[in-house]
């Protein structure tokens, strides 16, 4: 079926113009509608559905069905008032004029979905082997590499990892903003709290519910789409999203321990590497083999470790910390980072 022209919800001139300039310079045009009648007609035969940041609320309670290919259209100040529908219209932001090249790949029928990050998940063999630590530790070094990394929170139960970042009081979205979130969604980075350079999705203290996978899925989605590097923090129990290619299974050196790693290793996954926590009667290489894993790196004993997380200060120790850190960032992007770290 041959698609129709984009389609634009809005009564803004300041819209229509911007929108109708980037679909010029494509050779696209672009029919402006504002009544549900006339949206209506056209919704599943034009080649793209673009709302403005003017007819959200309006659009919202025509109950159109779901559809590929629509976005949300608006400048620096509407960003708010467009990610807080994002998620209900299942609908990526466009935000002008900083996307117009976007844009016009849009109303030309090119949109881009390209995906550029890698995402790791990082699990926990047993209980309180330091995977949260670990997890921040590795999301620091690359920060400090100049990867732009997001950080999420996927262990429920763990306390929160804005806490461990010193984050707990900067404002910014948690979980129980985002649990409603599915399909494609914005850009919400600048929703969320950054600490060291690193953006955050925690979880919220009022409700410990794991969020629903669908969520989970599209909020990494979106932040693949703006970061290098997305480490997920699932802990010993939480959830992994199906885009997770690379998984660092945290052990302490102990029998026990190491059998219920091997016991919760998830089957037929690949791409998953073995971090030793060192002070256990087992040696890091035998682990690994009990395990049957690739072996990463050794997480020595850090006693100031401890200290800083409580104190709410991100774990940045150098010397041999450091060095573990950035052995296992090598594994998580398959190469070592260009530029040199900034410690």
């Given amino acids: 079926m041959q698609l129709s022209p984009a389609i634009l919800v809005s009564t803004e001139s300041r819209f229509i113009n911007l929108v109708q300039a980037s679909a010029a310079t494509s050779g696209s045009s672009v029919v402006v509608v504002s009544t549900s009648e006339e949206l209506r007609s056209q919704w599943h035969s034009s080649s793209a559905v673009l709302i403005g940041a003017d007819q959200l609320d309006e659009v919202s309670r025509w109950a159109l069905p779901q559809r590929d290919q629509v976005y949300l259209v ?3 100040h509407d960003q708010e008032a467009m990610c807080r529908w994002s998620a209900p219209l299942a609908a990526p932001v466009i935000r002008l004029p900083e996307a117009s090249s976007l844009l016009t790949r849009i109303v030309s029928g090119h949109p881009s979905t390209q995906r550029s990050a890698s995402v790791v998940g990082f699990r926990g063999g047993a209980g309180g082997v330091g995977t949260s630590t670990l997890s921040a530790g590795v999301a620091l070094v690359a920060a400090r590499s100049s990867l732009k ?78 970061h290098d590097l997305v480490i997920i923090d699932s802990g010993r129990d939480g959830g992994v999203p199906a885009v997770v290619k690379k998984t660092v299974v945290v052990a302490a050196a102990t029998v026990r321990a190491l059998a219920s790693t091997k ?14 926590r060192r002070g256990g009667t087992v040696t890091a290489s035998q682990a ?9 790196a050794v997480v020595p004993t850090q006693v100031d470790l401890p200290r800083l997380a409580d104190r709410g200060i991100p774990p940045y120790l150098g010397g041999k910390w450091r060095k573990t850190c950035t052995q296992v960032l090598d594994w998580c992007v398959g190469a070592t980072p260009k530029r040199g770290l900034r410690w």
Avoid at 174 to 185: E, M, S, T, V
Avoid at 205 to 221: G, H, I, K, N, Y
Avoid at 263 to 274: E, F, K, R, V, W
């Fill in 74 to 76: 608006g400048e620096d």
């Fill in 263 to 276: 016991a919760g290793l998830i089957s037929g996954q690949t791409d998953t590497g073995l971090v030793v």
């Fill in 149 to 226: 990394v997001a950080l999420v929170d996927g262990d429920w139960c763990g306390g929160g990892i804005d806490l461990l970042m010193g984050a707990e009081n900067t404002p910014g979205w948690r979980w129980d903003k985002l649990r409603n979130a599915h399909g494609h969604i914005a850009d919400i980075t600048s929703m969320l709290p950054t600490s060291e350079g690193i953006t955050l999705v925690s979880m919220e203290r009022t409700e410990q519910l794991p969020a629903p996978m669908e969520a989970f899925e599209s909020v990494v989605d979106s932040l693949m789409r703006c």
């Fill in 288 to 296: 690994a083999r009990v395990v049957g894993l690739p072996l990463l």
